[in-house]
């Protein structure tokens, strides 16, 4: 049964659970359920005692802190109107985090998770089907040969991902890996039938992992296994070294060798990186490119940052002066180099307060699901935050959203 107090917080927890299912299916869905609870937190009284939950969680206020700081910011940005999107794509910052910290349950986890490995399912079956033939490629699996933008984003037939961008899909892909695996090895009690029915999702992730283009995903994925292999042997870490390299050499050079597609992302990255002086125009070119240029932009003004809005003027400076050949960009995929030219050090400091402190109620907490996903999660996402601001995009900043809330809540 739902866990709940009263008629509100029955609500909350149902419009929680759809959250959870639609985030990977559908941006409307996931958006109607989450700004529904809201709204409804917002304007069903009882503001004081609110008010305080919010107030006596830690993680709640470093997220609003954080928020705050994006604010404080406009005061020293030109461009106001992009200033507002940034502020904008951070609401969730201000609200969603501090709000739902205080009215999810540890309780329903398995209701939330449930909902969201169903929907992962759903959306894995679509891409096999595409993969396979039996249906036409739709949304973000485009048809036709394998392309690749000016950004370095692939399309194509190829890259069978049709409700979300491989830049996201495969991150997703990997968190439910980990979720089964980790469901799995930490049962204490499982049917035979429901355990062989996990391990053969795990493998159709874990599958279904190398026929798309994902990279940072995939490396998510290694640090899934590495993870994993810690907690599980957390009594012996030498079995836990030797473990995750086993698993990890098998399944790279069994990727290496039958997938087409990682096969070649794995050649074309090295070769990015090798013919980077002579070739910038390439996926990882971009993005190394990106990189020094928002340095370059940050030690200008490396305690307060440029402001909140004004990263796309000021870049574009830098860009035509140092790599003209390069387009510019409005943010620089790499959300540590986002924060710390937008809001300098003082901005990143708020910014990773809440990594830090996710990081301490998970090790404190006795709950082996609050231990293992509270951290495992955090990881995952300082690991991947190098190649792409995913904090920023819908989808992946409401999964690091939507699993913060019940994993760090306090009831």
Not at 253 to 281: C, I, P, Q, W
Not at 299 to 326: M, Q, R
């Amino acid at each position: 049964m739902i866990t709940h107090e009263n008629p509100i917080d029955r609500i909350y927890q149902y419009l929680l659970i759809a959250a959870f299912f639609f985030l990977p299916l559908t941006v409307v869905g996931n958006n109607i359920a989450i700004w529904l609870i809201t709204i409804i937190f917002i304007f069903s009284g009882n503001y004081k005692v609110k008010l305080q939950k919010i107030i006596n969680h830690k993680l709640a206020v470093a997220s609003i802190i954080f928020f705050l700081v994006h604010v404080l910011a406009l005061v020293w940005t030109e461009n106001i109107s992009w200033g507002l999107e940034i502020i904008r794509k951070m609401l969730p910052f201000l609200l969603v985090l501090p709000i739902f910290l205080t009215i999810s349950r540890i309780q329903n986890s398995k209701y939330y998770i449930a909902a969201f490995l169903l929907a992962i399912f759903i959306s894995e079956s679509l891409s096999y089907m595409i993969w396979l033939g039996f249906i036409e490629p739709f949304g973000h699996a485009s048809g036709g040969t394998l392309s690749t933008d000016a950004y370095g984003t692939i399309s194509g037939m190829s890259n069978p991902t049709p409700l979300m961008s491989h830049v996201s899909y495969n991150p997703f892909l990997a968190f439910g890996f980990y979720l089964v695996v980790n469901k799995i090895l930490s049962a204490k009690e499982m049917k035979q039938s429901e355990r062989v029915l996990y391990t053969f999702f795990a493998f159709t992730m874990a599958f279904n992992m190398f026929i798309t283009g994902g990279r940072a995903g995939q490396v998510m994925f290694f640090c899934a296994i590495i993870v994993i292999s810690f907690q599980y042997f957390k009594g012996s870490q030498v079995k836990a070294i030797i473990t995750s390299i086993l698993v990890s050499v098998v399944i790279l050079l069994s990727a290496y060798s039958y997938s087409d597609m990682f096969h070649n992302r794995v050649n074309s990255g090295f070769t990015d990186v090798v013919n980077f002086e002579e070739n910038r125009k390439t996926s990882v070119g971009y993005r190394l490119t990106f990189l020094i240029n928002s340095y370059e932009l940050f030690k200008d003004s490396p305690l307060i940052g440029v402001g909140t809005g004004d990263f796309p003027a000021e870049y574009e400076k830098v860009n035509l002066a140092t790599s003209p050949e390069v387009p510019a960009t409005v943010q620089p995929h790499n959300m540590y180099m986002l924060v710390l030219s937008q809001l300098g050090i003082i901005g990143l400091i708020s910014f990773l307060w809440i990594f830090f402190l996710q990081f301490q109620i998970a090790l404190a907490s006795k709950n082996t699901l609050i231990n293992h996903v509270g951290v495992a999660m955090p990881i995952f996402f300082l690991v991947i935050m190098w190649s792409d601001s995913y904090l920023l995009g819908h989808f992946t900043s409401n999964l690091f959203i939507l699993f913060s809330s019940f994993i760090y809540s306090n009831r």
